[in-house]
């Protein structure tokens, strides 16, 4: 596709690309010459190799967020860690309670998988976030009881990018002997993680967030002997039983890579991408009627949700053309509703709908920001002068 008529991709919160060096590190574990041999199959020396490609990448994971290697178990993504982490607990505690807590606000990985639990049985409590879109701990406080089962609540949010509080909610739920699991695919890579210092017993991760492969994430499940799942997917015993099928060696080592390129480069891409950010706000910031949601909140760095409410949010998409920006969340568009996390931080259903969510990564550049303040503040204003109610001046 020629440079010009490439999409600006400013996405990057629902997928990023895949990082080069990834790609190559995984090319090398596919071919008759590489190492694609089944890392179970310990009698010989390709499969005892592709093993020990399964346990650095294992290494890299837990090296980026200060777990212990046999703490990290690979799955196909974040939305099976969600529902593993989430089932896997009810299940092994269901003499214990039947009561979980998690927030309004977290990935429909969570919240359909809590209501599926409620139609079991189950019942759970959906803690609500504050107009900034923060999870007030002592709210979380007042939702613990002592038939509660597990806590769940993301790190940060994939829409806003507000960072949560999740050493002072964990905290409360040692105090009370409360396994605490949290969502931690928008953060990790972003924001430093140290499991060996957090009161978290169970973490969800994803690659394709990281600039690693769709498809393969993996669950942080503290070493506790009374810390039990159960499985979800039974079969040949591996991942210690927890997660049976034959592992997918290319994606785990694209994981383990892209997990190894965060640790090293991540605080630096974070501070750049975090200018970028911010210099674009500085410009749509004076534009009439628009609104930073979680402005006042701590903010991951790619995040940028902005309710351009003089006009409809998909008209202003229509009208960006070849700019690749979300209207709420990938997910939640697919199924075409208002964002139940703005709406959570009292948005109307059509300041919701009015809303983009603009997201930086890696490989953004200074002139694709440029680009994107200059077609955003163009489009706003024309649709904003022939909105009904207009009449207003808008700068840009
Ligand atoms: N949690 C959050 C916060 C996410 O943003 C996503 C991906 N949109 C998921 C979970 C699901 O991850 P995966 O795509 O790896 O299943």
């Given at each position: 596709m020629a440079r010009a008529q490439r999409p600006i991709y400013l996405d990057y919160a629902a997928t990023t690309p895949v990082d080069p060096r990834v790609i190559d590190r995984m090319a090398g574990f596919l071919g008759v010459e590489g190492l694609f041999a089944n890392p179970s199959s310990v009698t010989h020396a390709p499969g005892r190799a592709a093993r020990a490609a399964v346990e650095e990448a294992r290494h890299e994971v837990a090296a980026l967020i200060g777990a212990r290697d046999r703490e990290v178990y690979f799955t196909s993504g974040a939305t099976e860690s969600n529902n593993l982490a989430w089932r896997g607990l009810a299940a092994s505690r269901r003499d214990r309670g039947c009561h979980l807590v998690t927030s309004r606000i977290e990935h429909a990985s969570v919240l359909d998988t809590a209501r599926a639990l409620e139609a079991e049985g189950f019942r759970v409590t959906y803690v609500p976030c504050n107009r900034e879109g923060r999870v007030e701990p002592e709210r979380v406080r007042e939702a613990?009881?002592?038939?509660?089962?597990l806590c769940s609540v993301m790190h940060v949010n994939n829409e806003t990018g507000v960072i949560q509080d999740i050493a002072a909610i964990g905290g409360l739920c040692r105090d009370r002997g409360i396994p605490f699991h949290v969502d931690a695919v928008q953060s990790a890579g972003k924001l430093p993680i140290d499991l060996s210092e957090l009161p978290v017993d169970l973490m969800s991760f994803s690659a394709h967030k990281v600039y690693g492969p769709k498809g393969i994430g993996a669950l942080y499940v503290r070493h506790d002997p009374g810390l039990v799942l159960e499985p979800l997917i039974r079969g040949g015993g591996q991942e210690r039983g927890l997660r049976a099928g034959t592992l997918a060696t290319h994606q785990i080592v694209g994981l383990g890579t892209a997990f190894r390129i965060a640790r090293e480069e991540g605080e630096a891409d974070a501070a750049r991408i975090r200018q970028l950010r911010d210099a674009l706000w500085e410009r749509l910031s004076r534009l009439d009627q628009v609104h930073l949601n979680g402005g006042g909140a701590p903010r991951a760095c790619g995040h940028l949700s902005a309710s351009f409410n003089a006009v409809n949010g998909e008209s202003l998409i229509f009208f960006l053309g070849n700019l690749a920006v979300a209207q709420g969340s990938a997910c939640s568009s697919a199924r075409g509703e208002p964002s139940h996390v703005l709406q959570a931080m009292g948005l109307s259903p059509g300041e919701a709908e009015s809303t983009l969510r603009i997201t930086l990564g890696r490989f953004t550049t200074p002139e694709e920001i440029e680009i994107a303040a200059e077609r955003i503040i163009q489009a706003y204003t024309r649709l904003a002068a022939i909105a009904p109610g207009s009449g207003r001046r808008h700068a840009g």
């Amino acid at each position: 596709m020629a440079r010009a008529q490439r999409p600006i991709y400013l996405d990057y919160a629902a997928t990023t690309p895949v990082d080069p060096r990834v790609i190559d590190r995984m090319a090398g574990f596919l071919g008759v010459e590489g190492l694609f041999a089944n890392p179970s199959s310990v009698t010989h020396a390709p499969g005892r190799a592709a093993r020990a490609a399964v346990e650095e990448a294992r290494h890299e994971v837990a090296a980026l967020i200060g777990a212990r290697d046999r703490e990290v178990y690979f799955t196909s993504g974040a939305t099976e860690s969600n529902n593993l982490a989430w089932r896997g607990l009810a299940a092994s505690r269901r003499d214990r309670g039947c009561h979980l807590v998690t927030s309004r606000i977290e990935h429909a990985s969570v919240l359909d998988t809590a209501r599926a639990l409620e139609a079991e049985g189950f019942r759970v409590t959906y803690v609500p976030c504050n107009r900034e879109g923060r999870v007030e701990p002592e709210r979380v406080r007042e939702a613990l009881t002592p038939e509660t089962l597990l806590c769940s609540v993301m790190h940060v949010n994939n829409e806003t990018g507000v960072i949560q509080d999740i050493a002072a909610i964990g905290g409360l739920c040692r105090d009370r002997g409360i396994p605490f699991h949290v969502d931690a695919v928008q953060s990790a890579g972003k924001l430093p993680i140290d499991l060996s210092e957090l009161p978290v017993d169970l973490m969800s991760f994803s690659a394709h967030k990281v600039y690693g492969p769709k498809g393969i994430g993996a669950l942080y499940v503290r070493h506790d002997p009374g810390l039990v799942l159960e499985p979800l997917i039974r079969g040949g015993g591996q991942e210690r039983g927890l997660r049976a099928g034959t592992l997918a060696t290319h994606q785990i080592v694209g994981l383990g890579t892209a997990f190894r390129i965060a640790r090293e480069e991540g605080e630096a891409d974070a501070a750049r991408i975090r200018q970028l950010r911010d210099a674009l706000w500085e410009r749509l910031s004076r534009l009439d009627q628009v609104h930073l949601n979680g402005g006042g909140a701590p903010r991951a760095c790619g995040h940028l949700s902005a309710s351009f409410n003089a006009v409809n949010g998909e008209s202003l998409i229509f009208f960006l053309g070849n700019l690749a920006v979300a209207q709420g969340s990938a997910c939640s568009s697919a199924r075409g509703e208002p964002s139940h996390v703005l709406q959570a931080m009292g948005l109307s259903p059509g300041e919701a709908e009015s809303t983009l969510r603009i997201t930086l990564g890696r490989f953004t550049t200074p002139e694709e920001i440029e680009i994107a303040a200059e077609r955003i503040i163009q489009a706003y204003t024309r649709l904003a002068a022939i909105a009904p109610g207009s009449g207003r001046r808008h700068a840009g």
